[in-house]
């Protein structure tokens, strides 16, 4: 991604079901990038996410995507998504890897044009922790809904033992 990055905010849960970071998306920027640092769980689990408009978290069936799964371990795979409720796949964790605690996986999001009222694309990437191998995650996605979005939440099936994320205004 070119040019430069501004903090703009973060956040960051122990023990949640889900993190919500609000007021960070505005017209300053076309192009956010989020990224997580930390994802803790008691049992497995993958972190999803979805966007925050000024009524809440935007959670209609109209999230777009596709994600390639690259195992260390195993066969690629890929799956689709059409009229979801969320982003998947954006970081697994796997407590029973053995990697200890303050170690989960690392993602990153870019988000484009988030506060402008069209659709939102967005992209991923990120490396999880498994007991068997390292999955890696790429993804694209579309919210189809013309709306100006304002944040982000995440949340996953388990509850979140640690999450940290931060989002940053990408400069052109």
Same mark, same amino acid.
């Given at each position: ?8 905010? &973060?956040? $960051?849960?122990? &023990? ?12 300053? =920027?076309?192009? =956010? ?10 049992? $497995? ?14 959670? $209609? ?31 697994? =964790?796997?407590?029973? $890897? ?5 170690? +989960? ?6 988000? =484009? ?16 922790? &498994?007991? %068997? ?5 790429? +993804? %694209? ?10 944040? %982000?939440?995440?949340?996953? &099936? ?15």
């Amino acid at each position: 991604m070119a040019g430069s990055l501004e903090f703009i905010k &973060s956040g $960051s849960g122990t &023990s949640v079901s889900d993190l919500s970071i609000t007021d960070c998306f505005s017209a300053k =920027y076309n192009v =956010y990038k989020v990224v997580i640092n930390n994802i803790e769980f008691g049992a $497995s689990a993958d972190m999803k996410y979805r966007l925050i408009n000024a009524s809440g978290v935007v959670s $209609s069936a109209n999230y777009d995507s596709a994600v390639l799964l690259q195992r260390s371990y195993g066969s690629f795979s890929d799956n689709r998504t059409e009229n979801g409720t969320e982003f998947r796949s954006i970081g697994f =964790y796997d407590p029973a $890897s053995g990697i200890g605690t303050g170690k +989960g996986g690392a993602t990153v999001i870019y988000i =484009y044009n988030p506060f402008g009222s069209v659709y939102t694309f967005v992209t991923w990437q990120n490396a999880g922790l &498994s007991s %068997i191998g390292t999955p890696v995650r790429r +993804g %694209i996605g579309m919210l189809t809904v013309s709306e100006s979005h304002t944040g %982000i939440n995440f949340n996953a &099936s388990e509850t979140i033992l640690g999450v940290n994320a931060s989002v940053y205004g990408v400069k052109s």
